[in-house]
């Protein structure tokens, strides 16, 4: 089993390699994606058109209430879309990394699921993030002080786990898509490799959307050049 869940990682790496080689040349092109709409927007758009499902309408609600900072909250304190508004970017950009991955490998899904997966797969970051800041030196050695965002989790109940739980309050979710919004992170998390494997096996969805959310998170978006 060991020897099978080792080429299994072999594999996803191999994959994720190509996926990155053959859409470099777009890597540039997402930042003027939402130009003309603003990313709250598109999202709304995007979510409204094809979540129909029981429950969804008042996810969404939730979602653009005051309560609720997704759309303004960043994806990260420091790694990769630090910066207001940077987490509903950053799903758009797994969404739009998906819909790639897969035209290009010719693989069909059901279209609602990957919305669904991809849109929501971080809302356990909704609340987390709180503006502090830092002291840096500039160019010059003087001491700047700079905006930065801190993690304040108040409801600790874990990663891709907690986003089903968030989503699980307002609508219900199919199977393949808990499982691949629980194991996103893919072999990068806590979680033990023999049953991160066994998930991904088990569910294309998981397998899709753990390579669409590492491509936006370390290719399209990275870390910024001032941290």
């Known amino acids: 089993i060991g020897g099978f869940f080792t080429f299994l ?3 996803y790496l191999l994959l994720f390699r190509f996926v990155v080689q053959y859409r470099i040349e777009k890597l540039y092109q997402v930042s003027e994606v939402y130009t003309t709409v603003t990313n709250k927007e598109k999202f709304i758009q995007i979510y409204r058109e094809n ?3 029981e429950g969804a309408d ?3 609600a939730y979602l653009c209430s005051d309560s609720c900072d997704f759309f303004t909250a960043p994806a990260s304190t420091r790694y990769h879309s630090a910066y207001e ?12 990394n998906f819909k790639g991955l897969l035209e290009m490998k010719n693989i069909e899904l059901d ?4 919305i669904i997966s991809a849109l929501l797969h971080d809302l356990c970051k909704i609340g987390v993030y709180k503006k502090g800041f830092r002291n840096v030196k500039d160019e ?3 001491w700047q002080r700079v905006d930065t965002f801190e993690y304040d989790d108040k409801l600790p109940y874990g990663h891709g786990e907690k986003s089903v739980y968030i989503i699980s309050g307002y609508m219900k979710l199919t199977r393949e898509e808990a499982f691949a919004i629980r194991y996103h992170m893919g072999f990068s998390g806590p979680e033990d490799n023999g049953t991160v494997g066994k998930a991904l096996e088990m569910f294309p969805l998981a397998f899709a959307l753990m390579v669409a959310d590492m491509e936006a998170a ?3 978006e990275g870390m910024p050049e001032d941290k």
């Open 9 to 11: 990682q072999k594999s």
């Open 111 to 114: 279209e609602s699921s990957v």
């Open 218 to 220: 370390y290719f399209l």
């Open 51 to 53: 979540i129909t499902r």
């Open 58 to 60: 008042r996810l969404l």
């Open 85 to 96: 508004g940077g987490l509903c970017e950053h799903c758009l950009n797994v969404y739009k």
């Open 140 to 142: 010059k050695g003087t």
